[in-house]
């Protein structure tokens, strides 16, 4: 049985955080992994509708320590623990939520973490979005009513799928926007789409679509034709390394149209791209980012990445020479 210890940072005091994230009012908002309504509170229990149906919720008792540990009792009668901390962090809060296999498939194991590196994010965009109306108030001062908005409806949710050859040309357009924005060459998507295509159609990569369309329901390869418009794409390549048997993947693209920046659509492009890797056998991640890029850079750190070497924790650098 494996575990997995899922994280993100939030720009909050962890007093905020956690008396945010123990309010069974809230869970709507943010953890739809767990609540898809209104939850209904029975002394010390919650019962809520979530995708797995009508579930009950047992949090541990309030506590001065950020631990928001629950046990779930699923409609067959199941109880899973789930560990949940808010720690402190330089940067605010840290909220680390520990998952367990037990008896789920690989694929549902990497779709249950998807899931709640999702509900994190959608945590943290609530909190930091609440910034202004909020403003520098001491950790334990109320928050004043209507600053956390309710969650955007599913169909301003990014859908995400993995491309296939029929998509080239929609992922190569997506790639000319992105560098005709920034000024950086690049090829005409006609010429793109034909390299595209074979990349998605064999082992060397993939590209994850983020649409405003809806998927069907498994979450299958393909969006529902017609469904909506592609709004950003995430590009991963592998390549062959001497010291794994997986690949080492390497994200050479990740964008999204401006009118959808700012809304979690790229952390969940890059949270799939990093999925989608993993469960290919790849041990580790590589992206290039330019010095001078300082939001990127930013973005990347915050969703786990490093420029510092692990092993010997110095900067590391990318080299570039045409050949």
Known sequence: MRSRHVSVVIGRPPAEVYRFAADPAHLPVWAAGLASGEATVHGEELTVDSPMGRVTVRFVARNDLGVLDHEVTLPDGTIVHNP??????????????????LDATEADFERDAAMVLADLRRLRTVLEASRESVGTEPADAALPAGAFSAPPSPDAAPHLRIATPDDALAVA???HAFNTEFGSPGPDPVDAAPRIARIV??????VAVASEGICDDDDAAVAVPGSGVDMGFALVTYRVTPYWDGPLAQLDELYVRRDRRSS??????????VAEARAHGAVEMHINV?????DARRFYRREGFSDIDPDSGSTMHCYLRQL
């Open 173 to 175: 357009g997506l790639l």
């Open 264 to 273: 979690g659509v790229g952390a969940a492009l890059l949270a799939r791209a």
């Open 290 to 294: 330019d010095a001078d890029d300082v």
């Open 201 to 206: 159609a064999g082992a060397g990569g993939f």
């Open 84 to 101: 949940l901390r808010v720690l402190p962090h330089p940067e605010g809060s840290e909220v680390l939520f520990t998952i367990r296999q």
